[in-house]
């Protein structure tokens, strides 16, 4: 059994903070369950990198990443540094991009310990997964502007939807559904205003349904879906969305729960073409950086993630995959429950307080 | 003094069971507070009217609304006749676009005596506008498919942002700030994303806010803003957005006060060249139609912001505008607090008696 193969890359402020405490429970984990991994860890998309470089990646980067299984990833973003177009294009959105990671995974629970905003929930009562398209969509460079500088000045903005682009991640969300107990699935959409694209997804939605006979699915405007999320999370099972609704979706939904600073992101190349990449769905908090006390929890969960996925690849162990996740996500609830806790949470324990607890609760 | 001239359409399904009730206070208030109106009924806008014609508004709809000062709108849609984006487009939308009614204005009130789905929050805690741009952006019929049907089939939706378009609704949100107490203003975005239309609209921004040194305002992008509705609502007070921004964040934020079936919305020409248009946020809801239960609280506290625009008219009395407005909201709280409630809020009464009731209390 060939190890796999994990380029780390922590990226900038709490990044590099959170970085070493998922790392800990990643091998920890791993280990325990019979998963090899070999680490390499990079010093690239970050402000360092920019600063010595003026740029965000080396030219070399495709080539020296395209052979790994995934890429942990911390967060980045150095503001007073690099404008955050220019580091975000610059890296995560490039390898999201490049690397065809075309499916964002999104989980949204309700965790033990922790006080959400919304009055009356248990740990049980929200327990969705929002999928994302994560290449194309909303999220383009397309378009330009006319008239510049006047007072007749136009922007035209295009978002690019493909038959190609549109069904995998249709089909990925509806084989995620089948896998879970409520077999359920919502398709966000907005066809009611956005009048060429939304039709057309909603089309799509219709012809690969018809492929999952047992998942039960329907479909909602993104502006009621949003309500619905704070009015009745207990409905949602699988939703899948657009590039920019599953932005809007995906940090709405860890906010309903309160665990916006804790949620994991896998954004995989299911193809296995190309690695995969995990990281925490918070950025890299310039304003709490340096001191700390940053929470690891996104990072930890994303680790989780990142076994899963790996296990199941073609060869690999499943089952295992699977346990170390399980067992991941167990040791979290169970220092979320009784253990040391960061400050946003109402604790004083540091960062690497909460990650050896985590791994000791392993 | 010319008495306003209103036309009324309650539209479809509950539609035409709260208008009644909308009209009722309307008259009242308008009648208390010297402001006088002349209403004049159509049966537009509805699935009665596509049956009988085969569109949802006669040939010549522009030409008679046009000398209207407002249209006071119920709900239209009734799927099971005519498909949703038909009548939308067919009325409401055209309404909006043809009319120029750019300036959509929906506030956000915890309201007394509504239990609201976030945890710890009292009325008063939460209040503020959500300004929506109405008649451009990423609500367009431009783009089109190419390889239609084919594996290669792809689609391109344009959004269309002109400075014209842009830069009004700013001023007028910035207007609106400065009229407000805590004077601030939120810029919903999306640059680091959508790579051409949100750096423009960020632009204009700044440029706009220039002239409205008084206003404190910065910018949010949507994902972590729809995050901030649920997590710190207090903090917000005036919210500025493009039309899908507006349009999902005018929905969140009445789900987020458990108002989401009580809301009302200005969509206002603020020029007075075209008559504005006052409407619930609420649709027709078929499901519940024909039984007479339906809260009017939304068509109500609509008539209160069409008296509020009203008396602003030059040569009009604002002040008695501004003060039918409050006398309304104030009735709402009141029956809100002690008053028969509808269904939806767990109480037994009839739309006609909430009606009835807030008309007692005004
Ligand atoms: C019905 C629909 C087209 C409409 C919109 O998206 O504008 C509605 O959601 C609204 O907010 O008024
Ligand atoms: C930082 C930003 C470009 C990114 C996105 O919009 O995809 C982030 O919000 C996310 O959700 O991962």
Redesign the interface.
């Known amino acids: 059994n060939r190890p796999f193969r994990i380029a780390v890359l922590p990226g900038d402020g709490i990044g590099t903070e959170v970085m070493p405490e998922g790392l800990r429970v990643l091998k920890l984990a791993a280990a325990r369950h019979g998963l090899p991994l070999e680490l390499q860890a990079f010093d690239w998309a970050c402000a360092d990198h920019w600063l010595r470089h003026g740029r965000m990646l080396p030219e070399d980067w495709f080539e020296t990443l395209r052979g790994f299984d995934a890429i942990y990833f911390g967060a980045v973003g150095w503001p007073a540094v690099v404008p ?2 220019v580091s ?2 610059g890296s995560l ?1 490039k390898f999201r991009r490049d690397f065809d990671q075309y499916a964002n995974l999104r989980p949204v629970r309700l965790l033990p310990g922790v ?6 929930k248990q740990p049980g009562d929200i327990d969705f997964l929002v999928v994302r398209e994560n290449t194309e969509g ?8 006319m ?1 510049e500088g ?15 682009g549109v069904d995998r991640i249709l089909r990925h969300a509806f084989r995620l559904a089948q896998q879970r107990p409520r077999k359920r699935l919502t398709a966000a959409t ?11 997804w909603d089309e799509r939605v219709e012809a690969i349904a018809a492929e999952f006979p047992d998942v039960q699915w329907d479909r909602q405007h ?3 879906l ?3 999320f ?2 009745q999370p207990e409905r949602f099972d699988v939703v899948v969305a657009s ?2 609704f599953g ?2 979706l ?3 939904g ?3 729960t ?1 665990t ?1 600073g804790m949620a994991p992101s896998a954004n995989l190349n299911p193809d296995r073409r190309y690695p995969s990449l995990f990281e925490p769905v918070h950025g890299s908090a310039p304003d709490i950086a340096g001191q700390g006390i940053a929470n690891p929890i996104a990072q930890i969960w994303s680790a989780a993630l990142m076994l899963d996925f790996l296990g199941q690849a073609p060869g690999a162990d499943a089952a295992a995959g699977r346990a170390a996740h399980d067992a991941i996500v167990a040791a979290i609830e169970q220092v979320l429950r009784t253990g040391p806790r960061t400050r946003d949470l109402g604790g004083h324990a540091s960062t690497r307080e909460v990650g050896e607890a985590i791994a000791a609760a392993l």
């Open positions: 955050d177009h975000l294009w959105l006080r959400g905003p919304l009055a009356g909303e999220y383009s460079s397309v378009g330009g502007r008239f006047s007072e007749r000045e136009l922007v035209l903005q295009e978002a690019v939807f493909t038959r190609h907005k066809s009611n205003g956005i009048a060429i694209s939304m039709p057309y993104v502006d009621i949003a309500a619905r704070v009015l590039n920019l932005d809007i995906s940090d709405l860890p906010a309903c309160g916006l």
